[in-house]
Each structure stands twice: as structure tokens, then as C-alpha cells.
């Protein structure tokens, strides 16, 4: 880690991918060519374009690389400055925050399951490619993955060629409607996961729009799994990333500090306001 994760550092987008239609993946180092700091899956960083305004957003790229990537949904003001930016352009960054994913501990020697859903994939990205990286530390990786069209799949190049083919993964894709060229699952991701019907014995990492949480942790809860099983992250709900705003604040914890990554019977005994 850096020693002071509060003070923005100057960094430098040196690659610039359109992953959908909305959404584009910056890649992110310091101006002397190196990762501007550490991080474990799941934490976040603040992005900020000087004079606009600042974000925080999900490091999407595995600690195991030596640079920081952020797939990034063109949503708002700091978002479209962002899109329109160009490789070589700088950018002051601060991180990283978090409690990030137990993938040393609560993970290892498991069968994982990740469900994600649209531009959530991106905070599960970091923690899919930290397990591929130290594959020998973990069971059989299932990923349930769907979108709205085909064309709004991030990251789809690198799922077909790369996740699809390993030995041990097993990726489960899915579109709300059919299309010409889809040749794939149909439906919505919580059904998908119902009609999968994976065995209970797995531990789940899920993300994705707030109504398809809620209905695919109802089905897995069907299918026998416990809601201690399942963690989620709720970066959305953090601002200023320093326990300082409150913006964050449920019941006694501040997502900033106590999260992003809960297990929900953790979240169980927070107000129901999540």
C-alpha cells in the first residue's frame, strides 16, 4: 500500500477500450510508468478529472497485474468527461478503499460461484482473474453473467477466449431477449441461476442492478444456499471513500470504511435501507 491512500497522485491513461456501447475500460498508470499502488479484489479508487469532479469506481484489473483498469458506464458528468478522454491524457487518482474480497482466506480451497449482471461485472472481474491467476487455490469456478443485448456483455472477447476454455470454469451467458446473432441462454440472471440449479456447497460473489440481486439471492435461498454464503459489494454507495460525508452511513457502519464487500447476513443486522 502507499503510504497515504488520502493524497491524489497524478496518473496517466495509457490504454483506452470500448467494451459497449456505454461502457469503456481506462487503463491506469503513475507518470513514472509504474502501478500507482496496491489493492486487493474488490477495492475501490477515486478517479478525478481536475476541475470536473470525482468518482469513486472498482478496480477492475487483478492485483496480480502491474497496472490498475477501471470499466467505467457513461452515467453522469464525470463519466462523460472521462469517455472523452484520449490515451495520454492525465487524471489524479486516490486509493486504494476498502475491505475488498477474503480471496486468501474465506474463499480459499472453495467452489466459487460468481453472478453478475451488466456493468457489474466489473468489481468481480478483479476477483475472476485473481482466482484464475492462483487457480490451484481454489475449486471449480462457475460464472452466470447476462445482460441486457449481446452488444452490452463487458468484457465479452476476453470471457469467449480466454474464461471459456480453462479447465475448471465454466461460464453460464444470458441476454434479456433473443437476437439474430445469439445463439445463447435467454432470460433474466435470476431465473438463469434457478434453472441452472447449482449445488449449495458453493460460495457465492454477486453484483449487478439492486433488483437483480434481490431476486437471484431469493432463488438461491430456493435452491438451499444460506445468505451467509453470499457477498456483494456496495461501492455505489460511497462518496467521499473517508468515513467523513456520511453519505454511506447504515445503521453503525460506514460502507467506506466497514465494506464495500458484505456478506448478507452481515447485512442482515443493518437497517433496511440498503
Given at each position: 500500500?502507499?503510504?497515504?491512500?488520502?493524497?491524489?497522485?497524478?496518473?496517466?491513461?495509457?490504454?483506452?477500450?470500448?467494451d459497449t456501447p456505454d461502457v469503456k475500460t481506462f487503463r491506469v498508470l503513475g507518470v513514472d510508468g509504474t502501478k500507482p499502488f496496491l489493492h486487493i479484489p474488490g477495492q475501490c479508487a477515486m478517479l478525478s478529472v481536475p476541475g470536473v469532479g470525482e468518482a469513486l469506481f472498482s478496480i477492475t484489473s487483478s492485483p496480480t497485474e502491474d497496472y490498475l483498469d477501471f470499466s467505467i458506464k457513461k452515467c453522469g458528468c464525470v463519466t462523460e468527461w472521462l469517455h472523452a478522454m484520449e490515451v495520454g491524457q492525465q487524471i489524479t487518482?486516490?486509493?486504494?478503499?476498502?475491505?475488498?474480497?477474503?480471496?486468501?482466506?474465506?474463499?480459499?480451497?472453495?467452489?466459487?460461484?460468481f453472478i453478475a449482471g451488466g456493468i457489474g461485472l466489473a468489481p468481480l472481474h478483479s476477483v475472476i482473474n485473481y482466482c484464475r491467476h492462483y487457480r490451484d487455490k481454489y475449486g471449480k469456478i462457475d460464472i452466470v453473467y447476462g445482460s441486457r443485448s449481446k452488444a452490452d456483455l463487458v468484457d465479452f472477447p476476453e470471457i469467449t477466449e480466454e474464461w471459456c476454455k480453462e479447465d475448471g470454469i465454466h461460464v453460464h451467458l444470458t441476454i434479456d431477449n433473443a437476437q439474430d446473432d445469439w445463439d445463447g441462454h435467454?432470460?433474466?440472471?435470476?431465473?438463469?441461476?434457478?434453472?441452472?440449479?447449482?449445488?449449495?456447497?458453493?460460495?457465492?460473489?454477486?453484483?449487478?442492478?439492486?433488483?437483480?440481486?434481490?431476486?437471484?439471492?431469493?432463488?438461491?435461498?430456493?435452491?438451499?444456499?444460506?445468505?451467509e454464503q453470499v457477498y456483494t459489494t456496495m461501492e455505489l454507495?460511497?462518496?467521499?471513500?473517508?468515513?467523513?460525508?456520511?453519505?454511506?452511513?447504515?445503521?453503525?457502519?460506514?460502507?467506506c470504511k466497514d465494506g464495500p464487500v458484505f456478506r448478507f447476513d452481515q447485512l442482515d443486522t443493518l437497517p433496511d435501507e440498503y
Amino acid at each position: 500500500m502507499r503510504p497515504d491512500p488520502l493524497i491524489p497522485m497524478v496518473g496517466v491513461v495509457t490504454m483506452i477500450r470500448t467494451d459497449t456501447p456505454d461502457v469503456k475500460t481506462f487503463r491506469v498508470l503513475g507518470v513514472d510508468g509504474t502501478k500507482p499502488f496496491l489493492h486487493i479484489p474488490g477495492q475501490c479508487a477515486m478517479l478525478s478529472v481536475p476541475g470536473v469532479g470525482e468518482a469513486l469506481f472498482s478496480i477492475t484489473s487483478s492485483p496480480t497485474e502491474d497496472y490498475l483498469d477501471f470499466s467505467i458506464k457513461k452515467c453522469g458528468c464525470v463519466t462523460e468527461w472521462l469517455h472523452a478522454m484520449e490515451v495520454g491524457q492525465q487524471i489524479t487518482i486516490r486509493g486504494p478503499y476498502g475491505n475488498g474480497f477474503p480471496v486468501d482466506t474465506d474463499f480459499a480451497g472453495k467452489d466459487l460461484l460468481f453472478i453478475a449482471g451488466g456493468i457489474g461485472l466489473a468489481p468481480l472481474h478483479s476477483v475472476i482473474n485473481y482466482c484464475r491467476h492462483y487457480r490451484d487455490k481454489y475449486g471449480k469456478i462457475d460464472i452466470v453473467y447476462g445482460s441486457r443485448s449481446k452488444a452490452d456483455l463487458v468484457d465479452f472477447p476476453e470471457i469467449t477466449e480466454e474464461w471459456c476454455k480453462e479447465d475448471g470454469i465454466h461460464v453460464h451467458l444470458t441476454i434479456d431477449n433473443a437476437q439474430d446473432d445469439w445463439d445463447g441462454h435467454v432470460g433474466f440472471v435470476p431465473n438463469y441461476v434457478k434453472e441452472l440449479g447449482f449445488d449449495t456447497d458453493k460460495t457465492v460473489v454477486m453484483c449487478g442492478p439492486p433488483i437483480m440481486i434481490k431476486f437471484t439471492l431469493a432463488g438461491l435461498q430456493e435452491l438451499g444456499f444460506r445468505r451467509e454464503q453470499v457477498y456483494t459489494t456496495m461501492e455505489l454507495r460511497m462518496k467521499c471513500a473517508l468515513g467523513k460525508c456520511g453519505r454511506c452511513n447504515i445503521g453503525d457502519k460506514y460502507v467506506c470504511k466497514d465494506g464495500p464487500v458484505f456478506r448478507f447476513d452481515q447485512l442482515d443486522t443493518l437497517p433496511d435501507e440498503y
